[in-house]
């Protein structure tokens, strides 16, 4: 075994120090999920409980309908992250190899929009939606999904992949017979797969943790996401801290989830197009 340089040893000093404050967060909630009132009262605050106290989880299943709000969050999320996927394959296409006119340009505009602030357009969006009546009923999924359906990032992420694809290898598929259509899910899709895979772990946990548009655009409980029923869990005239971070850690399983098994598609993912 190759013994670590000085160097190498300082870096991973530096490393782990500067993940502390990265992974203080998520270690606090797990732990203060099982910890009793007195933990959780200490000052300083105890960072190991004394004791496991399973009442706090038990308490988020009976003071909110978690599993409701999972439900939703799951929809709104699992629809929202196809939905990019796929408009993204498509538009990364079209930009990458099709022939278009001005297409540099409208590629630019398309950009652009990554520079528009969220804050700037919800209102309109919210105007939209509530005017077309989706923000009632059944159809309140259809309003939490609409203004996501498409993604500039998505497209720019996976355009810069596509075009990582080697002429001939195009070249050999158009003269056996391939379509564009044929081309791009016989043979692009399929080589693609890490960072198509990267543009979706990305959209989930976007989707996943939505708060702001749920809030304003939900009228029905029933329609309630993760992120808007947990902070229900925040009773203002009882502090139950270990109550909030019981819900707050459930919250998390399904995003630790996917970025633990998902990371090395992030990674190849992002690099794909790092090089030309």
Known sequence: ?????FGQVAVYVVLGLAAIPVLFPIYYGFVGAVMGPGDLATYPPALVPHELY???????FDSVPLGRFYVNSAIQAGVITVAQIVTSILAAYAF???????????????????MVPWEAIIIPNYLAISGWGLARG????????????ASAFGTFLLRQAFLQFPT???????IDGCGHWRLLWRVIVPLSKPSIAAVGVYVFLSAWNQYFWPLILIRDSDFQTLQIGISQLNDAEVAQ??????GVALSLLPTLAVVLFGQRFIVRGLTAGALR
Request: net charge positive.
């Open 54 to 60: 399973w009442k706090n989880i038990s308490g988020v």
């Open 138 to 149: 059944g159809l309140t999924y259809l309003g939490l999904v609409l203004p996501f359906l």
């Open 241 to 246: 801290p270990g109550l909030v971070l019981a």
């Open 1 to 5: 075994m190759n013994k670590l340089s």
């Open 168 to 174: 001939e290898l195009r070249d050999a598929a158009v």
């Open 96 to 114: 990458a190899f099709l022939r278009l006119p001005a297409k540099a340009v409208t590629f630019a505009l398309f950009l652009a929009t990554l």
